[in-house]
């Protein structure tokens, strides 16, 4: 049975356009069926003037955006029609599988939490992206959303990406870092010393502290952090990708050129590697039903691989995984009920 990803078809800065050439290649490659939440006319018209075929989509009709300006918990109450909250409410409602948005990612994660729901017994939602590594990459969590976090909620997202990672990429038993100042049990803030002793008792592959600089070595799988701390971690990956990027070109200009040609396979493949296009988004990890943050500026190809990403968490029945986690973990302080 095909899967249903609901798209949010005015997020980003690219939307419309590249949002619905990433969803014709999914309908075509992927057999992924398509609700588009947006302008109907809008998104008429520019698939005619793109040429774009609109087979295998829905739409839901909405004329209303999310400003990206707007406070996040507006998406509840002003941004209530707009086409990622309605995506959001066609989610909750059943009309889904998924739902791709490369809005607001503060939005998205209010909307995802009090729209579709928190998963039982977990605490918060966490944006999840996955970063290369030497040996392969890794899901760090959380990448911002949670700026202050409890003990209980680091154990959480241990076992949240610890599911993602063994049932979506297919990583079995796959390690746990907790990021920190040093590798010794007793260092770090009070946060991290107390999620250390919970992480040691919880039944995880946990290795222990991991310090910032051994994480692209690849030997965590699954790293986590308050998300403060997180999105530091990201946008200096993100930072390190461009200066890497920038000094392989400076590396191979000029009298490089014919170095560059018997090189021309591994720099590709380095290219792709630092790409964030290739996975596509930020999987919400915690919500009821799978949500993708996928990055503003994405393109057709990286709104392809989010929906993609999307498709493989609901065939994966991530969300049951990270429940059935969740309720097998007693020192998580689980909580009962969900706003």
Not at 241 to 265: D, E, H, M, P, Q
Not at 271 to 294: C, F, H, I, N, W
Not at 296 to 312: C, E, H, L, M, V
């Amino acid at each position: 049975m095909a899967v249903t990803v609901i798209v949010d078809a005015f997020g980003g800065d690219r939307a419309p356009l590249e949002v619905l050439k990433g969803c014709e290649k999914a309908v075509r490659e992927l057999g992924t069926k398509i609700v588009l939440t947006g302008s109907a006319a809008k998104i008429k018209e520019c698939a005619a003037a793109h040429k774009i075929s609109l087979s295998g989509m829905e739409i839901e009709h909405t004329d209303d955006v999310f400003d990206i300006h707007d406070e996040p918990k507006e998406i509840i109450k002003s941004g209530k029609d707009s086409s990622m909250a309605v995506g959001l409410r066609l989610l909750a409602e059943g009309r889904g599988d998924a739902f791709v948005s490369a809005g607001s990612t503060g939005a998205l994660v209010m909307g995802a939490t009090f729209i579709v729901k928190r998963i039982k017994g977990i605490k918060r939602v966490a944006p999840a992206p996955m970063l290369p590594t030497n040996k392969g990459s890794f899901i760090l969590l959380d990448a911002g959303a949670n700026v202050e976090c409890r003990p209980e909620m680091l154990m959480q997202f241990a076992v949240m990406g610890s599911a993602y990672m063994e049932k979506v990429v297919g990583v079995k038993s796959p390690t746990v870092g907790l990021l920190n100042v040093g590798a010794e049990d007793t260092k770090g803030r009070e946060l991290e010393i107390e999620a250390y002793k919970m992480l040691k008792e919880s039944g995880l592959n946990f290795l222990g502290n991991v310090e910032a600089r051994d994480v692209p070595e690849g030997d965590c799988q699954v790293v986590v952090t308050d998300g403060f701390t997180g999105n530091i971690v990201l946008k200096l990956y993100e930072g390190v990708a461009s200066l890497f990027g920038n000094k392989v070109k400076w590396l191979y200009s000029g009298t490089g050129r014919i170095g560059a040609l018997f090189s021309l396979g591994k720099i590709k493949l380095f290219k792709k590697q630092m790409d964030y296009r290739e996975t596509g988004g930020s999987v919400l990890l915690g919500v009821r039903k799978p949500v993708v943050k996928a990055h503003g500026s994405s393109d057709a190809y990286a709104f392809f691989n989010a929906i993609k990403q999307a498709q493989k968490c609901a065939e994966e029945n991530i969300t049951a995984a990270i429940a059935d986690y969740v309720s097998g973990m007693p020192s998580a302080d689980k909580e009962q009920e969900n706003v």
